[in-house]
């Protein structure tokens, strides 16, 4: 599969002098990461158009679902054998060009700060200053396992969204340092997602995956 890049950069503003700034500053940092979270839980189900973008500027498309908690399913354009399916306990990856299926727990990625509505965002995320008031990053990684990589979380401030926010995208640093930006278009939110949604069919000759 190939791993995509972003030509995205985050600009970060030099710290307050004054005390009473740093303390509006950190305040208005805990309400940023606070409002994220909202809107983690507050999403039931999602769909999204997505783009992704490698470091030379070819992109691939795809429809993005995803169904709290923990299902998410990347349905890419047709042509390209690849399909990548959360089920709520881990995230598969089927390349059905060359019947090679693989697996891993959704908590050893990346993506897991997004579609576990569970965790303490405020323990693992911190906001990034973009210059833009109306736009809200927040780069996850757990300390403990730095090994499960990192995501930078775009959202813009929208009444019509889940906590006043939408998804814009994201950038994700996996353990191998392979860099995968996603930008969204075309969100909807509450709509009805079937779980079979997120069955796969195995392409291995030896048989069919649960779930096929």
């Known amino acids: 599969m190939k791993r995509m890049i972003a030509p995205l950069i985050l600009g970060l503003a030099a710290a307050p002098v004054l005390m009473p700034a740093a303390t509006a500053f950190a305040q208005q940092q805990q309400s940023d990461l606070s409002r994220v979270s909202a809107y983690i839980r507050g999403v039931t189900t999602m769909t999204a158009n997505f783009t992704q973008t490698d470091r030379n500027g070819q992109t691939l498309t795809g429809k993005l679902t995803i169904k709290q908690p923990g299902k998410i399913r990347f349905q890419y354009q047709k042509g390209v054998p690849l399909l990548i399916v959360g089920d709520g306990k881990a995230l598969t990856m089927i390349d059905y060009e060359v019947r090679q299926v693989q697996r891993w727990p959704i908590g050893n990625s990346p993506l897991g700060a997004l579609i576990d509505p ?3 965002l ?10 833009d008031p109306s736009v809200i990053s927040v780069q996850a990684r757990d300390p403990r396992r730095p090994e499960f990589g990192t995501i930078t979380m775009i959202f813009k401030r929208d009444p019509s969204g889940p906590a006043g926010l939408q998804l814009y995208g994201w950038v994700a640093l996996d353990s191998q340092n392979n860099r995968t930006s996603v930008r969204l278009s075309n969100q909807a939110y509450g709509v009805p997602v079937a779980d079979s949604t997120f069955r796969w069919t195995d392409p291995r000759p030896k048989g069919r995956a649960a779930g096929g």
Not at 122 to 131: A, E, R
């Open 122 to 131: 405020s323990k693992f995320g911190k906001v990034i200053q973009t210059g």
């Open 118 to 120: 569970s965790k303490d």
